[in-house]
């Protein structure tokens, strides 16, 4: 994957991301209405609200993934939700792993999020296989979730627990200064 730039999403991602939420696959995967607007990804793209992080994915110059890692506010902010979506053309070409690879690790190793979790739809056989290879496990199953193109589906919970991460003078190396104080350089 040497052509794949992950990175923040930018003003001029706006059309291409919007192109791809109304993908038909993107569509049957997500829980977003037909004909959504442009203004919607606009807003999520301009907005800088405190706890939203997103990452894109760029291909041959242009964005074909976007996924986005929520954090809990106040006594759940140890958690964030993840969506991700990646565009019908690409998929099986390793978009979606080198997504949910990054945002897992700034959810993990930068943020300090010890739980992360999500809803996809049950039958969304390939999406719950790539979540069950990051680790995530199943929680339950929310009846009925969601209308889909006439037809109520259920959806399934999924969670990911990571232990907390060490403090600097807990790895080895740690070096204790010739004055006693302690040094993690
Ligand atoms: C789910 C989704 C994000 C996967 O992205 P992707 O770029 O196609 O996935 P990758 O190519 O990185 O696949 C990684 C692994 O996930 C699993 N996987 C992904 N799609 C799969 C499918 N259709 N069937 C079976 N396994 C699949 C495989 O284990 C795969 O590894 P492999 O290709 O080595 O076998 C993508 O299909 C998508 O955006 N779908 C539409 C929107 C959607 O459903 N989003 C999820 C909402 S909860």
Redesign the pocket.
């Known amino acids: 994957m040497s052509d794949l730039i992950l990175r923040a999403p930018e003003e001029r991602d706006i059309p291409a991301l919007h192109e791809m939420i109304l993908r038909p ?2 569509q ?3 829980g977003r209405l037909p004909w959504q607007r442009a203004d919607w990804v606009a807003e999520r793209v301009r907005a800088r609200t405190e706890g939203v992080h997103s990452l894109v994915a760029e291909k041959d110059g242009r964005v074909v ?1 976007w996924t986005t890692l929520t954090r809990g506010p106040d006594r759940r902010s140890h958690s964030g939700s993840l ?6 053309l ?11 690879a990054a945002i897992l690790d700034l959810a993990d190793s930068w943020l300090g999020l010890i739980r992360t979790e ?4 049950l039958d ?4 719950i ?2 979540y069950r ?1 990051f680790g995530f496990e199943d929680e339950g199953i929310r009846r009925a979730s969601l209308l889909r193109d006439g037809v109520y589906v259920d959806s399934l919970l999924m969670g990911r627990l990571i232990a907390p991460r060490p403090l600097a003078s807990q790895l080895p190396g740690f070096a204790t200064t010739s004055d006693g104080s302690e040094d993690g350089a």
């Open positions: 696959a993107v049957w995967g997500t993934g969506a991700i979506t990646v565009h019908d690409h998929h099986r070409q390793g978009i979606g792993r080198a997504l949910m999500l809803e996809v739809n969304n056989h390939g999406a296989a790539l290879a």
